[in-house]
């Protein structure tokens, strides 16, 4: 993307009047981020928050569960960073671990699996129901792409500590991460809190289509509606049919 610099730049200043607007009003914004590993979740949030306020706006990424939190219900741990009036959160990766890296590498049982999925809609109903403006973004790659970029990654002393363990079990269980993609998706997607699928094998217009997609879905005082036609190619919202058609990496 040539223009890229120009286009993101336009695009934060709209983030910069979506938050001056959402502070007036005391809105309440979630969004998260998943996706596959080294789809790009650090730098699609980086530019998100690149220039907004640091007292209004946090980003959470929580670590390994403590034995505490082990023994807690499951999303009592993600309900202390919810945003209050006027904050803007985004969580890079959520509560749907359990449903991705948790599933794949055997860190629940088969029965903590299957009741996520009956707790999540509701939990999310309620987040909605209390005024919080919850979306939710994908971030997909092909495989071949993720391998060259867990190699950029061994080889760049400044971004090697982003690998870890399960990382490098990726590769060898890219199969049952996409199964696991394709349950979460298909269990979790609906009309109150939908999917949004970001091709990300682009990282830069990756970004861009998602700030463009977040602010088109959100309501601020003096939008750029011109500027915030995303490009279908890269961005759409989950369908099934998103594996036939090509759209989501097997």
């Given at each position: 993307?040539?223009?890229?610099?120009?286009?993101?730049?336009?695009?934060?200043?709209?983030?910069?009047?979506?938050?001056?607007?959402?502070?007036?009003?005391?809105?309440?914004?979630?969004?998260?981020?998943?996706?596959?590993?080294?789809a790009?979740?650090?730098?699609?949030?980086?530019?998100?928050?690149?220039?907004?306020?640091?007292?209004e706006?946090?980003?959470?990424?929580?670590g390994?569960?403590?034995?505490?939190?082990?023994?807690?219900?499951?999303?009592?741990r993600?309900?202390?960073?919810?945003?209050?009036?006027?904050?803007?959160?985004?969580?890079?990766?959520?509560?749907?671990?359990?449903?991705?890296?948790?599933?794949?590498m055997?860190?629940?049982?088969?029965?903590?699996?299957?009741?996520f999925?009956?707790?999540?809609?509701?939990?999310?109903?309620?987040?909605?129901?209390?005024?919080?403006?919850?979306?939710?973004?994908?971030?997909?790659?092909?495989?071949?792409e993720?391998?060259?970029r867990?190699?950029?990654?061994?080889?760049d002393?400044?971004?090697?500590w982003?690998?870890?363990?399960?990382?490098?079990?990726?590769?060898?269980?890219?199969?049952?991460?996409?199964?696991?993609?394709?349950?979460?998706?298909r269990?979790s997607?609906?009309?109150?809190?939908?999917?949004?699928?970001?091709?990300?094998?682009?990282?830069?217009?990756?970004?861009?289509?998602?700030?463009?997609?977040?602010?088109?879905s959100?309501?601020?005082?003096?939008?750029?509606?011109?500027?915030?036609?995303?490009?279908?190619?890269?961005?759409?919202?989950?369908?099934?049919?998103?594996?036939?058609?090509?759209?989501?990496?097997?």
């Amino acid at each position: 993307m040539d223009d890229y610099k120009e286009i993101l730049r336009a695009l934060q200043i709209e983030l910069v009047k979506l938050q001056r607007h959402f502070i007036a009003c005391e809105h309440r914004i979630l969004v998260i981020v998943e996706g596959r590993d080294a789809a790009g979740k650090d730098g699609v949030i980086k530019r998100l928050v690149q220039h907004l306020s640091p007292r209004e706006t946090r980003v959470v990424a929580l670590g390994k569960p403590s034995a505490r939190d082990e023994a807690t219900w499951y999303f009592q741990r993600y309900v202390p960073y919810l945003p209050a009036s006027g904050e803007f959160v985004i969580f890079n990766r959520s509560w749907y671990n359990r449903a991705g890296v948790e599933r794949v590498m055997g860190f629940c049982s088969e029965e903590e699996y299957q009741r996520f999925f009956l707790m999540v809609a509701p939990f999310e109903q309620m987040l909605i129901d209390s005024g919080i403006q919850l979306r939710k973004y994908f971030l997909d790659i092909d495989k071949s792409e993720q391998q060259q970029r867990f190699l950029a990654r061994e080889q760049d002393p400044l971004a090697n500590w982003k690998i870890s363990p399960i990382d490098r079990e990726a590769q060898v269980n890219w199969a049952n991460y996409s199964h696991a993609r394709n349950e979460m998706l298909r269990r979790s997607h609906n009309d109150i809190a939908p999917w949004v699928i970001i091709r990300a094998n682009n990282k830069k217009a990756a970004r861009i289509n998602l700030i463009k997609s977040l602010l088109s879905s959100l309501d601020y005082e003096g939008k750029d509606e011109a500027l915030l036609k995303a490009d279908s190619k890269i961005i759409q919202r989950y369908k099934p049919e998103m594996r036939d058609t090509g759209f989501l990496a097997d």
